[in-house]
C-alpha cells in the first residue's frame, strides 16, 4: 500500500531560478546569480529613501551580492543603521578616490565626526586644499556619481595588499595587515583607485548623491546625511567646544604614539603599552584638576556643578573623581542625586508607546528640586527627599545643611538644559559636558565611532554589574540612542567645559570582556548582524588584561574593581 504523500510527490526539472521573499510578504524571482540589487530596482522603484544594502537570511549583504537560492530577504535603507554607516563609507572612498585623480600627492585622513552630520577630514603631504580646490573636488566628486561608476570589490592575496599599501607610505595599514591572520583581503576599487574599508560598500556610485564640501581650518568636511532626514543635509552648525576637544585628544594620542589601533598594537608588542595607560591616566587626572580649580576659583558664584553626558561616558566616576579634586583644593564637595526627584509613578509622562518615559524632564519634579538647591545654596537645613523604586512613590530623606564652602554635584541626563534649574542663576552653575570622543582610528581612512566605544563599555559593564547578556545590551541601545539625541546632544555646548572620558587604550582592555559577551549573541538573533560587526573591528585590535589600569580609572566604572564605586562626597 503506498504512502499517502506519495501522492503528492513527483519528480521535477532543476529550477534555473530563484525566488525572494520581501518583508511585505512580496515574492520575486529571476535567474540564479542575480544580484539583489535587481531585485529592490523592480521592489522599490518608488522608494523615496534609497535602498542601500540588504539582510540576506539574517547576513547583512551587499547589493552586489548574488541570490543563488530561495531567500528571505530585507531592504536596509539610509534611514537604517547599517544603511547609513555603508553609505557614509563608500562617500568616503568616492572623497579619497576624487582627491587621488585630482591630486595624487595629497593624502586625506578621515579623522572624527560632527553632530550635524559629517566627517571632519584632514589633507597631509601639501597645503590644507582651498576653497576653490574643495570645490574642484566636490564638482569632481558629482561627475563620478552622475556616472554611476562601478565599485569593484575585489579579494586579493594578503602579501600584495601589503606591498600596495607599502608603496603609498600607508605604514598604519601595513603594520595592521602583517598581525592579519588570513591570507587574504577584501579591496574596493574605484576608477583604479584600490583601498581597504572596514565593512560593505555601495555597488556604484549612483547611490551617493547627497553630500557637501566644505572648509573647516585647519581641514574640511565631507558632509554627510543623518538617518532620521536621510535625503537631505541637515544645516550646519560651529561646535567651537567640540571641536577643541577632538584636538586635544589628537594631540594627546600623538603625545603617547597611538594615534591608530595599529600603534595601539605596536605598543602592545613591545611592552609599552604600561606607559600608555600611566600617560593616559595622568592626562586625565591633570584635565579634571584644572576643572576642579577651575569651579573653586569660582566658588563664590559657582556654588552648583551640573554633569551630563551620554552612556557610559564614564559621569559617575568623572564626578567622584572631580569631588576629589575639589576636596584636595580645599572645597568641600557635596552630592544629590538627581533620581530622587522623580515624580510619583502614576505622575510620570509617557511616551509614544505608552510606556512611562523616565528620560522626559517632566519626569522630574522640577520645581521641588530648585526649591531645595536654593535653600541648600543659602545655608538653610532642608529636608531631602528620596525616591523608592519599588513603590514608585517618594519618601522623606535625610536631612542636609551646607556651610559656604561646600560645592553641589549633580549627575544627570539633563544636566545640561537650562530648564532643570530654571530658579538657579545662571552665574551660580557650573556644567561640565562627559563623553567618550576617542580619535584612534584603525587607519586613516576607517574610524571608531565613539558611539561604538560607548556600546563596549557598556556591554561590558551590564554583564558586570547588572546580569545583562550582549543582547539585552543591544536591543536597549537604539532607545538610548535616541533619548540622548532629545535630551543631552543639542545642549551639550551649553557646557562651560568639556570633560573626554575617551583613553587611548581602552580597546585592548574591552576587547578580551567583550568578545565572549558578543559572541554569545545567537545566529537567529535579530542583533546577530551588530553583534558580528563588533566582533569583526574588535579582531583588529590585540586584548590587554586590566591588571594595569589603576583603581580609579574612569574605565574601571565599566570593567570592574573600583575603588570609587562605594564613595559617596
Avoid at 506519495?6 to 518583508?23: F, G, M, N, W, Y
Avoid at 580646490?133 to 566636490?138: C, D, G
Wanted: glycine share 6%.
Amino acid at each position: 500500500m503506498k504512502r499517502k504523500s506519495a501522492a503528492i510527490v513527483q519528480d521535477a526539472e532543476p529550477r534555473q531560478t530563484a525566488q525572494v521573499r520581501l518583508a511585505d510578504g512580496r515574492v520575486l524571482e529571476a535567474p540564479v546569480g542575480t544580484p539583489v540589487e535587481a531585485y529592490f530596482d523592480v521592489a522599490f522603484a518608488d522608494s523615496p529613501v534609497p535602498v542601500i544594502a540588504a539582510l540576506v537570511n539574517g547576513e547583512l549583504r551587499e547589493l552586489a551580492y548574488p541570490i543563488q537560492r530561495d531567500s528571505r530577504v530585507d531592504a536596509l535603507l539610509l534611514s537604517d543603521s547599517d544603511g547609513v554607516r555603508i553609505y557614509r563609507r563608500s562617500l568616503s572612498f568616492l572623497l579619497v578616490a576624487a582627491v587621488r585623480d585630482l591630486f595624487p600627492d595629497a593624502q586625506i585622513f578621515v579623522e572624527y565626526s560632527l553632530p550635524f552630520g559629517g566627517f571632519f577630514c584632514q589633507v597631509r603631504g601639501r597645503a590644507p586644499f582651498s576653497v576653490k580646490e574643495l570645490a574642484q573636488i566636490e564638482t569632481h566628486m558629482r561627475r563620478i556619481v552622475a556616472e554611476d561608476t562601478p565599485i569593484i570589490r575585489e579579494r586579493v592575496p594578503l602579501d600584495e595588499a601589503i606591498a600596495l599599501f607599502n608603496a603609498r607610505g600607508e605604514e598604519e595599514k601595513v603594520n595592521l595587515l602583517l598581525r592579519r591572520r588570513k591570507d587574504y583581503l577584501i579591496l574596493y576599487n574605484l576608477r583604479s583607485t584600490r583601498d581597504y574599508f572596514h565593512g560593505y560598500m555601495v555597488p556604484s556610485t549612483k547611490y551617493l548623491r547627497y553630500f557637501a564640501l566644505y572648509p573647516h581650518p585647519p581641514g574640511f568636511v565631507l558632509q554627510y546625511p543623518r538617518r532620521h532626514r536621510p535625503t537631505e543635509l541637515l544645516p550646519r552648525h560651529d561646535y567651537p567646544q567640540l571641536t577643541a576637544v577632538f584636538r586635544e585628544y589628537g594631540e594627546w594620542l600623538r603625545l603617547l604614539g597611538v594615534d591608530s589601533v595599529s600603534a595601539l598594537n605596536d605598543a602592545i608588542a613591545n611592552d609599552r603599552i604600561r606607559e600608555v595607560i600611566l600617560v593616559s591616566e595622568a592626562l586625565h587626572e591633570e584635565r579634571i584638576a584644572r576643572i576642579a580649580g577651575e569651579i573653586v576659583r569660582r566658588k563664590r558664584e559657582a556654588r552648583l556643578v551640573l554633569v551630563a553626558g551620554p552612556s557610559a561616558s564614564g559621569k559617575t566616576s568623572f564626578s567622584k573623581r572631580l569631588a576629589v579634586q575639589l576636596l584636595a583644593h580645599g572645597a568641600r564637595p557635596f552630592a544629590l542625586e538627581l533620581d530622587n526627584y522623580f515624580v510619583d509613578r502614576e505622575q510620570t509622562p509617557r511616551d509614544e508607546n505608552g510606556e512611562y518615559d523616565f528620560e522626559s524632564l517632566g519626569a522630574l519634579d522640577v520645581p521641588l528640586f530648585n526649591q531645595h538647591l536654593l535653600a541648600l545654596m543659602n545655608g538653610e537645613e532642608v529636608q531631602l527627599t528620596r525616591f523608592n523604586f519599588h513603590t514608585g512613590q517618594r519618601e522623606p530623606g535625610k536631612a542636609a545643611q551646607l556651610g559656604p564652602d561646600h560645592i553641589i554635584i549633580i549627575e544627570g541626563i539633563h544636566g545640561l538644559n537650562p530648564q532643570l534649574v530654571p530658579a538657579v542663576p545662571e552665574e551660580c552653575i557650573y556644567r561640565v559636558y562627559v563623553s567618550a570622543l576617542t580619535q584612534l582610528n584603525i587607519d586613516r581612512h576607517n574610524r571608531v565611532p565613539t558611539t561604538d566605544t560607548r556600546l563596549l563599555r557598556r556591554i561590558v559593564r551590564d554583564a558586570t554589574y547588572r546580569g545583562y547578556s550582549a543582547e539585552e545590551t543591544l536591543n536597549r541601545w537604539e532607545s538610548v540612542r535616541r533619548g540622548e539625541k532629545w535630551h543631552i546632544f543639542p545642549y551639550q555646548e551649553n557646557a562651560d567645559v568639556m570633560f573626554n572620558s575617551a583613553l587611548a587604550y581602552e580597546l585592548a582592555i574591552l576587547k578580551p570582556l567583550a568578545e565572549p559577551l558578543l559572541l554569545q549573541v545567537e545566529h537567529t538573533s535579530p542583533r546577530h548582524v551588530e553583534a558580528k560587526r563588533l566582533l569583526t573591528f574588535l579582531r583588529w585590535v590585540e586584548p590587554c588584561g586590566p591588571d594595569l589600569i589603576p583603581d580609579n580609572s574612569l574605565l574601571r566604572e565599566f570593567v570592574g574593581g573600583s575603588i570609587l564605586r562605594d564613595y559617596a562626597p
